[in-house]
């Protein structure tokens, strides 16, 4: 089992920044996968960004290449979701997941952190 904390949501304006942490708990990492996702009101969960704990490969939406960024802290067992140049589109609750790196489905999962982008 893995259990999942996320925290950093709030409030910003557009083309402030934000940054999201994920602390994990219950495993080490080395063979999972980290994950973002995010779902707006009214709309599915969607994938924002990946990171392969081992390599720290990273693999983003389009939507949010070149303003997101994610990273891990080996020390912490915490990922991050660094959010830069927010757009009022980007007003959604984040998830933080975790699976397998072998596997397909994200098995683990937070709670959700809110992030609200005001125009």
């Known amino acids: 089992q893995v259990q999942l904390v996320e925290s950093g949501g709030g409030l910003v304006q557009a083309g402030g920044s934000l940054r999201l942490s994920c602390v994990a708990s219950g495993r080490t990492l080395s063979s999972y996968t980290m994950g973002w996702f995010r779902q707006a009101p009214g709309k599915e969960r969607e994938f924002v960004t990946s990171?392969?704990?081992?390599?720290?490969?990273?693999y983003y939406a389009d939507s949010v290449k070149g303003r997101f960024t994610i990273s891990r802290d080996n020390a912490r067992n915490t990922v991050y979701l660094q959010m830069n140049s927010l757009k009022p589109e980007d007003t959604a609750v984040y998830y933080c997941?975790?699976?397998?790196?072998?596997?397909?489905?994200?098995?683990?999962w937070g709670q959700g952190t809110q992030v609200t982008v005001s125009s």
């Open positions: 997941a975790a699976r397998g790196s072998s596997v397909v489905t994200y098995a683990y």
């Open positions: 990171i392969v704990w081992s390599s720290g490969r990273a």
